[in-house]
């Protein structure tokens, strides 16, 4: 039975790479459905993603494979199966759109992921979890029991085998310690205010400042808050007669929108991180 695979890549750039590659597939028996490629004249690094279809070997013996052409060529590489969807996580506090969205979009099929947990530091949420049949935990958050709440969270991600965790607005500062365990598997979402709206209720702050754009930003997770490489942004058109209502709505939607293209491109194994950037082939 053929299966369709995703490679992605990065090396240091030198001529002969597509050619390198795309001949590496055709000895493999692969036949090529989807390939984009990025070279990055700043750093010097080429990007490669490569949907391509495979029914002469396993994944077992194409990634053995794609280990020595790796070798030749100084390269980062994944290889996964389309099929696979990825085991996640989302963690939630009180503000629920976001978590609504993904849920959504997970059950009509547009989301390549599987959710396995949800995590709270409120019980707000429960009842939605049950409604969907998804593992509700509810881990309160103070700063006495901090380094004990992130250790359960860290446990259950663990045990659910999660690669992805998604901060669906979850309001709480990762410590420095966790942010490292996630790094490059963990997106949040946020308005796109700071650093000019830093604290509590942003948009009463853009509304007495009377702004023309609210939006939103996704992006990884670092022990530098609000600072990973971003994944999606999107704005929105606002003006006068705009209340702070009609502002959060606004921002609520475009949250949830760019949250949501940022969980799907990750999943699709679309997005290669590029230093402090990323490199997004859509």
């Not at 028996?29 to 080429?46: H, K, M, R, S, W």
């Not at 830093?198 to 930003?217: F, M, S, W």
């Amino acid at each position: 039975m053929t299966q369709a695979y995703i490679l992605t890549l990065s090396c240091p750039d030198r001529l002969g790479l597509v050619h390198a590659v795309s001949g590496f597939l055709l000895e493999q028996g692969g036949n090529i459905e989807e390939a984009a490629q990025y070279n990055d004249p700043v750093t010097g690094l080429f990007f490669m993603r490569v949907q391509f279809a495979c029914d002469g070997k396993d994944a077992a013996s194409l990634k053995a494979s794609v280990a020595q052409l790796a070798d030749q060529y100084q390269m980062q590489w994944s290889l996964h199966s389309k099929a696979e969807r990825i085991k996640t996580v989302i963690m939630v506090s009180k503000e629920g759109h976001c978590l609504n969205d993904l849920l959504f979009r997970w059950k009509s099929g547009l989301l390549p992921i599987e959710i396995k947990a949800i995590i709270s530091n409120h019980r707000e949420f429960y009842q939605l979890a049950a409604s969907y049949n998804i593992p509700f935990h509810h881990i309160p958050v103070t700063a006495a029991t901090k380094a004990q709440a992130e250790e359960r969270q860290y446990e259950i991600i663990e045990e659910e085998g999660a690669e992805l965790v998604v901060l669906a607005r979850y309001m709480q500062v990762l410590s420095n310690d966790l942010c490292k365990k996630l790094s490059g598997r963990a997106i949040n979402i946020h308005h796109s205010f700071l650093p000019s709206f830093k604290g509590a209720k942003p948009y009463y702050q853009a509304h007495d400042r009377g702004v023309k754009l609210i939006g939103a930003t996704a992006h990884y997770v670092t022990a530098d808050l609000d600072e990973g490489p971003i994944i999606e942004q999107d704005v929105a058109r606002a003006d006068h007669t705009d209340t702070v209502e009609d502002l959060t709505a606004r921002g609520r939607d475009t949250e949830s929108q760019v949250l949501a293209r940022a969980v799907k491109w990750h999943s699709e194994r679309r997005v290669i991180l590029n230093g402090h950037k990323t490199v997004v082939f859509r």
